[in-house]
């Protein structure tokens, strides 16, 4: 029970009603800080630090007895207080460096040092009934005009006793009246729902019905000696048990890209878990010391920073391999999951591996969260030559080798050891989600869509919420024209996974239907990613709103100069009437592509559309064949595409425009 909760149960007797220290009163009965009257905005964790404070002037208070009155039967970090201390000096003006209210014990706690006189006379306080309320029922004193409180900024010695007049009591007997009948109403409304509740509860008993799964996010983990030379096992174990944890459907877990900016950092569990939009989050910590390692975890409630689980799990380096089976097993245990058969069966320990290679691949790992993919190259080839067996250092290799085609020139030989490596996964294990997702995606980009929808279905048919997999389904629908489809896989990708948006994802669907307003809607509120950036300019283009189209294409193109970004640029060149210079940037980019064997498809149709906008009827022709014949056969859109209008007269057109269609309906037989 925090503080201000016992001192809410004792307020019968004669504790304080104010505190009144300097220029401020702290009204215990409002739960409001006022100053000369007027509300100084706080929030409730921060008005409860403040109160135990000034209830224990005078005394130091230490970290953990200030962590436990205020955060009781929860996990939080150190710096939860330490923000709870700043943000009271901010509101009392104080100063750290020259205190007047609250002094730094250091490394030890806080004191409260100001005078404070308090006042234990009961006195009727100002009516609340209609003023802002927080979830937990305190005031919000954001909302609150200052005049409720006015009155507390008195000693209680010099206050009168003060009768409404007539009117005042006319009024008050009505407002009186309101409220009765409003709490009747809202009475008879919780009557409703409560017998709305027992019977849903006789008709679905407890582990029946569709119960929404829980969302997870597993964070990485923090390395408590902070030896740079251990620090990969962080993210690396972390994404091993979020990659177990792929395979339960009762949960969602978020990707670990959604994770990977938590490397060593503080972390603010509520922040945290509403920024993931998790319910549940796991924070732990490790300790390599020579050949032991122990891993501490905690399983927090996010928005009650409760604990649903907690433990140690000590093991010799050369198990690592062990780390990702205990602490899902944990997990499991501790969320009360219910497992299928099949599940069950997946989550079972690993294959074992050889540790030298285990290592290798959870550096391998670490490296490719950071974008580093030649280094990760090596790390993951150097896992496979100690150890050919283990599929999930094969399926990471060929996302590496993928990653390094499409952002570091590596070009077609890339693409071919990646699908080398892929196959050489699912040979090992036929049903590795990763190597299945990551092939499917491989093939839709190097022009093999017919090849991607049979793995991808497959996925679904182990994990039928695996955001991932919707989203690449969507991705290789898109690329067939079944467009009204590939919207629905995205939006279901969103649904199970929020983040999918939030991190960049883009629903081009909706601009080839030509729905573009919803297009902008569907893109993420505050993105500044260059790649983002693009689509938005590229939303407003079609919607000809040149202005706001040329300013993001120019952002985007300062922000990360790239395929997409110089299209965009050679687009903006064309609303500045510079045709010239946006040629120039299109010959480049298609040179590079050619030399390289890099850009997909769908890349290079928007080149096509460039070029037709600019003027170069016969490059725009030229771009698009090889679009089509390259994978990219969206019939729908490729037939009313408005920045093809340039060129859709053209007899080639007819012929690139059959192409596609003959393919697209194939396509829709086969799978629809």
């Given at each position: 029970m925090s503080a201000v909760n016992q001192f809410r149960q004792t307020l019968q007797g004669h504790d304080p009603i104010c505190y009144q220290f300097g220029p401020f009163v702290l009204d215990t009965l409002q739960h409001a800080l006022l100053k000369k009257g007027k509300t100084v905005p706080l929030t409730p964790k921060t008005y409860d630090t403040l109160l135990v404070l000034v209830q224990n002037c005078g005394r130091m208070l230490s970290k953990e007895e200030l962590m436990h009155m205020l955060w009781p039967d929860s996990f939080v970090e150190e710096s939860n207080l330490t923000q709870q201390v700043s943000m009271i000096r901010r509101a009392l003006g104080d100063s750290a460096g020259d205190p007047r209210y609250v002094v730094t014990v250091p490394s030890r706690g806080y004191r409260f040092i100001a005078e404070v006189k308090h006042f234990t006379e009961e006195r009727p306080g100002p009516n609340l009934d209609s003023v802002p309320r927080t979830s937990d029922g305190d005031v919000d004193t954001l909302d609150v005009p200052s005049a409720c409180f006015a009155d507390c900024a008195m000693p209680v010695e010099s206050r009168g006793s003060l009768q409404p007049a007539p009117r005042q009591a006319e009024k008050q007997r009505v407002r009186q009246r309101v409220i009765l009948k409003a709490v009747i109403a809202g009475l008879l409304i919780l009557a409703a729902l409560t017998i709305a509740k027992l019977v849903y509860q006789l008709r679905f008993p407890a582990g029946q019905g569709q119960a929404r799964p829980r969302s997870l996010a597993i964070l990485p983990l923090r390395n408590l000696r902070q030896n740079p030379d251990d620090d990969f096992l962080g993210f690396s174990l972390a994404d091993a048990v979020i990659t177990k944890l792929g395979y339960v459907s009762s949960v969602t877990t978020r990707p670990s890209a959604a994770v990977e900016k938590y490397r060593n950092q503080v972390i603010d569990i509520q922040k945290v878990a509403t920024d993931l939009n998790v319910d549940t989050l796991l924070i732990a910590t490790f300790v390599r010391d020579g050949d032991d390692l122990r891993i501490t975890y905690q399983l927090v409630e996010?928005?009650?920073?409760?604990i649903l689980g907690r433990g140690t799990i000590d093991l010799k380096y050369d198990k690592l391999l062990r780390v990702q089976d205990n602490v899902a097993e944990r997990i499991i245990k501790d969320l009360e999951l219910n497992l299928s058969p099949s599940e069950a069966e997946r989550i079972k320990p690993d294959t074992p591996v050889s540790p030298l290679a285990y290592e290798y691949y959870l550096r391998g790992i670490d490296l490719h969260g950071q974008h580093k993919f030649p280094l990760a190259i090596k790390m993951l080839e150097k896992s496979t030559e100690i150890d050919p067996n283990y599929a999930s250092a094969w399926a990471y290799l060929g996302a590496s080798y993928t990653s390094d085609a499409a952002f570091e020139f590596g070009g077609r030989e890339q693409y071919r050891r990646a699908q080398a490596a892929y196959e050489r996964a699912l040979a090992l294990e036929p049903a590795l989600l990763e190597a299945q997702i990551f092939l499917a995606n491989l093939f839709v980009d190097t022009g093999k869509v017919e090849q991607a929808v049979p793995l991808l279905r497959d996925a679904l048919k182990t994990s039928p919420n695996n955001a991932d997999i919707h989203w690449e389904l969507g991705y290789a629908y898109r690329f067939a024209g079944m467009l009204n489809e590939s919207a629905a896989e995205c939006e279901r990708a969103r649904q199970i996974e929020p983040l999918v948006k939030a991190n960049g994802s883009v629903l081009n669907a909706y601009l080839y239907l030509g729905e573009y307003d919803k297009f902008l809607s569907s893109l993420p509120e505050v993105d500044d990613s260059a790649f983002v950036l693009f689509y938005r300019g590229f939303g407003e283009y079609h919607l000809k709103n040149w202005d706001r189209a040329a300013k993001d294409f120019d952002r985007a193109f300062d922000l990360e100069p790239y395929l997409y970004t110089e299209i965009g640029k050679a687009l903006g060149n064309s609303i500045a009437h510079r045709n010239g210079d946006g040629l120039?940037?299109?010959?480049?980019?298609?040179?590079?592509?050619?030399?390289?064997?890099?850009?997909?498809?769908?890349?290079?149709?928007?080149?096509?559309?460039?070029?037709?906008v600019l003027g170069d009827k016969a490059a725009a022709l030229q771009v698009l064949r090889s679009s089509v014949e390259g994978g990219f056969f969206s019939y729908p859109y490729l037939a009313s595409d408005p920045l093809l209008d340039t060129v859709s007269k053209e007899p080639e057109f007819a012929d690139i425009l059959n192409i596609a269609r003959r393919r697209h309906e194939a396509f829709r037989v086969r799978f629809f």
């Open positions: 996010g928005k009650t920073d409760k120039a940037i299109l010959h480049a980019a298609e040179n590079k592509i050619h030399e390289r064997g890099v850009g997909d498809p769908e890349a290079m149709y928007k080149i096509a559309e460039a070029y037709s």
